[in-house]
């Protein structure tokens, strides 16, 4: 399942990021959250990402954040996250 995520992700998106995210494990299938359009993502969306990740590991369906926009990618190594979380070079053959 690939989870495109487009624009910015802050406090006025995050609960629409953080519902379908939820919904996405919910079926069960790794989830590919494709991060390639994200302008801008602020703390709580870099929360939501690792909310995910820590359901994962409860569980839930894994996921792997795939194609980080310039952005997100600093994000993830500013915080120092982007060891904990799961990156992916290609998505699965449909």
Same mark, same amino acid.
């Given at each position: 399942?690939?989870?495109?995520?487009?624009?910015?992700?802050?406090?006025?998106?995050?609960?629409?990021?953080?519902?379908?995210?939820?919904?996405?494990?919910?079926?069960?299938?790794?989830?590919?959250?494709?991060?390639?359009?994200?302008?801008?993502?602020?703390?709580?969306?870099?929360?939501?990402?690792?909310?995910?990740?820590?359901?994962?590991?409860?569980?839930?369906?894994?996921?792997?954040?795939?194609? *980080?926009?310039?952005?997100?990618?600093?994000?993830?190594?500013?915080?120092?996250?982007?060891?904990?979380?799961?990156?992916?070079?290609?998505?699965? *053959?449909?």
């Amino acid at each position: 399942m690939v989870v495109r995520v487009v624009g910015v992700v802050d406090g006025l998106t995050l609960p629409e990021v953080s519902r379908v995210l939820t919904d996405a494990q919910r079926e069960g299938r790794t989830v590919f959250v494709d991060l390639e359009q994200v302008s801008f993502m602020d703390s709580r969306g870099l929360g939501s990402l690792l909310a995910a990740n820590e359901r994962s590991r409860e569980g839930a369906a894994p996921i792997r954040i795939y194609r *980080p926009s310039e952005p997100v990618r600093r994000l993830l190594t500013v915080s120092g996250v982007g060891a904990v979380l799961t990156l992916a070079e290609e998505l699965p *053959p449909a």
